[in-house]
């Protein structure tokens, strides 16, 4: 059983499904040259591959271009389907810091075969994860910068009001196809800066009223 902890709290929360939206962030979009998606680009990771912080990551022997992206979580506090974008928001109970790492040539191998590029993005240590702050102590989620160091220096840098998709929208539009569940947790996608890691790093994020989370790679 996989869970999270949420700050002022003595209870976990058990993790569900991990689901992960990308191309939320237009210059990074551009950075990977991709094409700016006319819907939500949706993925999902395993509950196995969360990694709590201070934790190492284990990047796999068949990727040699393992990159960070630095994101804003959304840990769902009640079930919903179809939620309309108004009431989307009561349906977030905390946020935290997060990493999707991703195995860049494994990914594009798959892109270029037409397959399913999960695999790219859901091994083990591939979501690292703070714990949680309450929703009701973040004064407004569309609007908290974000910053990524490896090794001391930035790396990422950016504010939530950059996204394509407000945290609102994101919730409703994931809803349309998933059902949210108590413990769901949603990732929010990245701001320009990705790059690869290796070896020895030291990899720190921080986000606005929410929180830190620092990890290294074995």
């Known amino acids: 059983m996989h869970s999270v902890n949420i700050i002022g709290s003595d209870k976990s929360c058990r993790v569900g499904k991990i689901v992960c939206l990308g191309r939320n962030y237009l210059e990074h979009i551009r950075e990977l040259n991709n094409e700016v998606p006319d819907q ?7 509950a196995s591959s969360l990694l709590g912080n201070e934790g190492q990551v284990v990047i796999p022997s068949y990727s040699n271009d393992c990159h960070h992206e630095l994101e804003l979580a959304l840990l769902i506090g009640k079930e919903g389907k179809e939620i309309p974008e108004a009431q989307a928001l009561s349906h977030v109970s905390a946020y935290g810091v ?7 040539d494994l990914q594009a191998r798959q892109k270029e075969k037409g397959l399913p590029w999960e695999i790219a993005k859901g091994f083990d240590t591939s979501c690292p994860l703070s714990d949680f702050i309450p929703a009701d102590m973040i004064t407004d989620p569309d609007n908290l910068e974000l910053s990524l160091k490896v090794n001391g220096q930035i790396r990422q840098q950016g504010n939530t009001n950059m996204m394509m998709r407000s945290v609102a929208q994101i919730v409703s539009e994931i809803s349309a196809f998933y059902t949210l569940e108590e413990g769901d947790i949603i990732l929010t996608g990245t701001p320009a800066g990705v790059g690869p890691m290796h070896s020895g790093d030291i ?3 921080v986000i606005e009223q929410v929180g830190s989370l620092r990890v ?3």
């Not at 939500?40 to 395993?46: E, M, Q």
């Not at 997060?98 to 860049?104: G, P, S």
């Open 98 to 104: 997060a990493l999707d790492l991703t195995l860049r």
């Open 203 to 205: 990899l720190e994020g």
């Open 40 to 46: 939500a680009v949706i993925f999902c990771k395993p």
């Open 216 to 218: 290294s790679v074995a």
